[in-house]
């Protein structure tokens, strides 16, 4: 008894090294009655057996396609047990080319997009991706050639192009490359000006077509804020707003002096208006001793110094009128008699003469 029971489990031992699926095939009992042997060869093809090891009536194996091969289409796959017989099945699998490649224009045509069989010298057809036009000079279908790759595609779709962009007012749109779908446009403002709006559009797809994303934008000007008030200033022709490089001219109140540079600027700095400087400043007029002696003395030397008796216009202004003008009229008078008496004297003398 002990020696047999280790020849037993070495038997076991070798028939488990087998392989499970052998084992099942030894220890199966032997082969009923309408069973079928193993399933026929397929050329480029394999039965899938799962589990079975015996295969009774109407038992269906099917056959998968070796790599590099597919299955024609309408072509059986399958063979049923029937009368202890496989049923007859023709070669059904055959090379063929990938499924067609992708491309980024364009997409296969409905009717191929199902298919995976494309044996040598077919031809597949593909249609514009949304965003792109046929080129008809060019053909949009693809060939399986003989070493089972498709032929290189043309470019037979192009790219739609977005609308022309109008330009923008105080503003200048800048197309880098083209306006063409997946191309950017760029804004910018002039001088002086601000962008209010998107800095840039993409040429996109909107709806079944394409179009700008993104709003055009505003330039909008842009004003300085008050402008900073001067002591004892003012600001000449004051305006309700001041834009980029427009002066402010200041002016000084009475008594006071202006000093430094009369007007600032508007100037802009990350697109806020900001004053130039530095700022006048009105400061108070210095009283000097030159000027103040020249104005003062001179008046009260016109009243005292005594006016020249001949210039009767000015004696008339500077002195009571009856002081001056009555010897001046007293003095012709005397005159006017002397000339008279004078005449009378020569005419008495020439008559006596
Ligand atoms: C395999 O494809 C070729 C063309 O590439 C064709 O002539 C042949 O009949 C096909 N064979 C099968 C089994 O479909
Ligand atoms: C291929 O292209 C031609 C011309 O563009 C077209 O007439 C034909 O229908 C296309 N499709 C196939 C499968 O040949
Ligand atoms: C298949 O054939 C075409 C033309 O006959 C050739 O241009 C291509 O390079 C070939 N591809 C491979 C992978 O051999
Ligand atoms: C347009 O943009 C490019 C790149 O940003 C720049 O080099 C070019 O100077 C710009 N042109 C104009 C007119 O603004």
Same mark, same amino acid.
């Given at each position: 008894?002990? !020696?047999?029971?280790?020849?037993?489990?070495?038997?076991?031992?070798?028939?488990?090294?087998?392989?499970?699926?052998?084992?099942?095939?030894?220890?199966?009992?032997?082969?009923?009655?309408?069973?079928?042997?193993?399933?026929?060869?397929?050329?480029?093809?394999?039965?899938?057996?799962?589990?079975?090891?015996?295969?009774?009536?109407?038992?269906?194996?099917?056959?998968?396609?070796?790599?590099?091969?597919?299955?024609?289409?309408? /072509?059986?796959?399958?063979?049923?047990?029937?009368?202890?017989?496989?049923?007859?099945?023709?070669?059904?699998?055959?090379?063929?080319?990938?499924?067609? &490649?992708?491309?980024? #224009?364009?997409?296969? /045509?409905?009717?191929?997009?199902?298919?995976?069989?494309?044996?040598?010298?077919?031809?597949?057809?593909?249609?514009?991706?949304?965003g792109?036009?046929?080129?008809?000079?060019?053909?949009?279908?693809?060939?399986?050639? *003989?070493?089972?790759?498709? %032929?290189?595609?043309?470019?037979?779709?192009?790219k739609?192009?977005?609308?022309?962009?109008?330009?923008?007012?105080?503003?200048?749109?800048?197309?880098?490359?083209?306006?063409l779908l997946g191309?950017?446009?760029? #804004?910018?403002?002039?001088?002086?000006? /601000?962008?209010?709006?998107?800095?840039?559009?993409?040429c996109? #797809?909107?709806?079944?077509?394409v179009?700008? &994303?993104?709003?055009?934008?505003?330039? *909008?000007?842009?004003?300085?804020?008050?402008?900073?008030?001067?002591?004892?200033?003012?600001?000449?022709?004051?305006?309700?707003?001041?834009?980029?490089?427009?002066?402010?001219?200041?002016?000084?109140?009475?008594?006071?002096?202006?000093?430094? *540079?009369?007007?600032?600027?508007?100037?802009? /700095?990350?697109?806020?208006?900001?004053?130039?400087?530095?700022?006048? *400043?009105?400061?108070?007029?210095?009283?000097?001793? &030159?000027?103040?002696?020249?104005?003062?003395?001179?008046? !009260?030397?016109?009243? %005292?110094?005594?006016?020249?008796?001949?210039?009767?216009?000015?004696?008339?202004?500077?002195?009571?009128?009856?002081?001056? %003008?009555?010897?001046?009229?007293?003095? &012709?008078?005397? %005159?006017?008699?002397?000339?008279?008496?004078?005449?009378?004297?020569?005419?008495?003398?020439?008559?006596?003469?």
């Open positions: 008894m002990s !020696p047999a029971r280790p020849r037993a489990r070495a038997l076991l031992c070798l028939l488990g090294g087998l392989g499970p699926q052998l084992l099942l095939l030894l220890l199966r009992p032997p082969a009923a009655a309408g069973d079928c042997s193993l399933p026929p060869d397929v050329p480029n093809a394999q039965a899938t057996l799962r589990h079975h090891t015996s295969f009774p009536e109407q038992i269906t194996v099917t056959y998968k396609c070796n790599k590099g091969f597919v299955k024609v289409p309408g /072509k059986a796959d399958s063979v049923v047990c029937q009368n202890s017989k496989w049923s007859e099945l023709a070669e059904f699998c055959n090379r063929s080319c990938d499924v067609p &490649t992708r491309l980024l #224009f364009a997409s296969l /045509k409905k009717s191929y997009s199902q298919q995976n069989y494309f044996p040598e010298g077919s031809t597949v057809e593909y249609e514009c991706r949304l792109y036009i046929r080129d008809p000079s060019l053909s949009g279908n693809i060939t399986c050639l *003989q070493n089972f790759t498709w %032929s290189k595609p043309d470019g037979f779709c192009k739609k192009s977005c609308p022309k962009p109008r330009e923008i007012e105080k503003g200048h749109v800048n197309i880098t490359t083209d306006i191309a950017t446009i760029y #804004f910018s403002c002039n001088a002086g000006y /601000k962008l209010v709006g998107a800095a840039s559009s993409v996109a #797809f909107v709806g079944n077509t179009g700008w &994303t993104a709003e055009f934008p505003e330039c *909008q000007e842009i004003l300085c804020p008050e402008p900073p008030k001067v002591d004892h200033g003012m600001i000449q022709e004051k305006q309700s707003s001041y834009a980029y490089r427009q002066p402010v001219t200041y002016k000084c109140m009475e008594g006071f002096t202006l000093h430094g *540079q009369s007007s600032i600027y508007c100037t802009i /700095k990350d697109d806020q208006g900001e004053w130039s400087g530095p700022l006048p *400043q009105c400061r108070e007029t210095d009283v000097t001793p &030159t000027v103040s002696k020249s104005t003062e003395v001179n008046v !009260p030397a016109a009243k %005292s110094t005594a006016v020249p008796r001949t210039t009767s216009r000015f004696h008339a202004t500077g002195t009571p009128k009856g002081r001056g %003008s009555t010897p001046s009229v007293a003095s &012709t008078t005397a %005159s006017g008699h002397m000339c008279i008496t004078l005449t009378i004297l020569l005419m008495m003398l020439e008559t006596v003469g």
